[in-house]
């Protein structure tokens, strides 16, 4: 079975760093992209970036660009969002999910779908 | 960025009734390449993370009851539940993948 396994749950005070995690199992884990989806409390979900554990090749959408950092040690099957000073902004559901992207014998084309998603990380910072 | 809006925000159908969810693109996501369109469908039940209902449009995830279709090309796509079902509340979110992945902003489906 695919599987995303988040770290759990973390209260932090603004100004703080923190680095949570993703591990994968059940696919090739180096293989497929790993992305990363913030949910602010009761809105809807925003693309926050990607990487691929085989090269670590990694994209982010502009709004996050400068905010976090996104790895992955392919070693361990683990993808990484770290922050180096939180904000109260930033309390919120994170979550990582599986990217799945077209390619065919030459090619890839788009960017990512998502699945399977991750069962999220509660974040939640206090000013 | 492409924007995606979804319409309406929010829905109320009887159980056994159909639901429509429609989710226009401020652009084509149809690659002419290959003709097909980059967009995905999730469901988020309440305290759950979303789960992928279908991709490319109309393609259902195996599992998926086939009450779900997805259908539209271009800019403009569609949703269905043709016979809600009280596990089918949920917020509905369409997703397209032919540049930077975004997110409409989600349709809430409840039982009337």
């Known amino acids: 079975e695919v599987q995303l396994v988040q770290s759990g749950a973390e209260v932090k005070k603004a100004g703080e760093s923190l680095k949570i995690s993703c591990k994968g199992s059940g696919y090739s884990f180096p293989t497929f992209w790993i992305g990363w989806v913030r949910q602010m409390p009761g809105k809807g979900l925003e693309w926050m970036g990607i990487i691929y554990p085989g090269d670590s090749d990694t994209r982010y959408s502009p709004s996050f660009q400068g905010q976090v950092t996104i790895s992955a040690d392919k070693s361990i099957s683990t993808a990484y969002l770290q922050w180096s000073s939180l904000k109260a902004s930033d309390t919120a559901m994170y979550y990582c999910?599986?990217?799945?992207?077209?390619?065919?014998?030459?090619?890839?084309?788009?960017?990512?779908?998502?699945?399977?998603w991750g069962q999220g990380t509660l974040v939640t910072v206090s000013s | 960025d492409i924007v995606m809006t979804q319409s309406p925000d929010s829905l109320a159908v009887s159980l056994g009734e159909r639901a429509t969810i429609n989710c226009k693109s401020s652009?084509?996501?149809?690659?002419?390449?290959?003709?097909?369109?980059?967009l995905a469908w999730y469901q988020q039940k309440p305290g759950q993370p979303p789960k992928l209902l279908i991709s490319?449009?109309?393609t259902r995830e195996s599992g998926v009851p086939d009450r779900f279709s997805g259908s539209g090309s271009g800019a403009d796509f569609t949703l269905t539940i043709s016979s809600l079902q009280a596990a089918d509340v949920a917020v509905y979110y369409c997703?397209?993948?032919?540049?930077?992945?975004?997110f409409g902003q989600g349709t809430r489906v409840e039982i009337k």
């Open positions: 652009q084509t996501v149809l690659y002419s390449s290959n003709n097909k369109n980059y």
């Open positions: 997703q397209q993948y032919y540049s930077t992945p975004t």
């Open positions: 490319w449009a109309s």
């Open positions: 999910a599986r990217g799945l992207r077209y390619c065919n014998t030459t090619s890839c084309s788009g960017y990512n779908w998502f699945d399977p």
